[in-house]
């Protein structure tokens, strides 16, 4: 079945520590994104890529980094300028953007020790 | 600017009961909208969607939702509440041509036995 594999499922940071959160797809989906989920306030938008090696800044990009090399992947780098790394991260694709529904994976618990 | 109001951050309902959770939207042109469901430590997973066919849309798992320009609203409900449905219910939009999604707070329903 297709879909979208997160790895890993819980992280944790060390202050000063970059880490890298992966994603991968197997739905032939040219559009990838990157959300922040912290209780009571729903997603926010990290990054996203319409097609592959171009991305643009979300809502909150400071303190994160993406790249698109391949079309099935697009890995999340939390650096330590991010000063509140703690949250839920999920990554979502889609075949386009507009009308077209997002497909998620299950998420990466990340927190800091 | 888009933007999506879900009104009520936790609803209980009696099993068999009926499930109404509410989302009203802003938008300046005709949006598409989404509603999707997530269990807990997991991703979000596609319940409906209007792409501006009919105003009446049935999802998956028994939801329905409605389309109603007059009054801004998207409201999602179900006949009759199984335990099962005890989740956390986004509402998103998003326009035509864009990449970006706009996501609720979210609703978390408890269904109670």
């Known amino acids: 079945d297709g879909g979208i594999t997160q790895s890993p499922k819980y992280l944790f940071r060390k202050e000063g520590q970059n880490v890298t959160l992966s994603c991968e797809q197997n739905l032939n989906h040219d559009a990838m994104y990157w959300y922040r989920q912290d209780p009571g306030q729903g997603l926010r938008l990290i990054y996203y890529?319409?097609?592959?090696?171009?991305?643009q800044k979300g809502d909150i990009a400071e303190g994160y980094s993406v790249s698109r090399e391949k079309k099935e992947s697009f890995p999340l780098t939390v650096t330590s300028a991010q000063k509140n790394p703690t949250a839920f991260y999920l990554c979502a694709s889609s075949i386009t953007g507009g009308n077209q529904p997002q497909h998620f994976g299950d998420g990466t618990r990340l927190s800091i020790l | 600017a888009q933007s999506v109001t879900q009104l009520g951050s936790h609803v209980s309902v009696s099993e068999g009961a009926l499930v109404l959770l509410r989302c009203n939207y802003s938008s300046s042109v005709p949006p598409y909208l989404f509603w999707y469901v997530q269990y807990p430590n997991q991703g979000l997973q596609l319940l409906l969607k209007?792409?501006?066919?009919?105003?009446l849309v049935k999802g998956i798992n028994g939801f329905e939702a409605e389309f109603k320009k007059s009054e801004t609203s998207f409201h999602l409900t179900k006949p009759s509440a199984h335990m099962s449905d005890a989740a956390e219910y986004f509402c998103?939009?998003?326009?035509?041509?864009?990449?970006?999604?706009?996501f609720g707070t979210g609703t978390r329903l408890k269904v109670l036995a």
């Open positions: 209007y792409t501006s066919a009919a105003t």
């Open positions: 890529s319409q097609i592959v090696n171009d991305f």
């Open positions: 998103a939009v998003t326009l035509s041509g864009t990449y970006k999604y706009i």
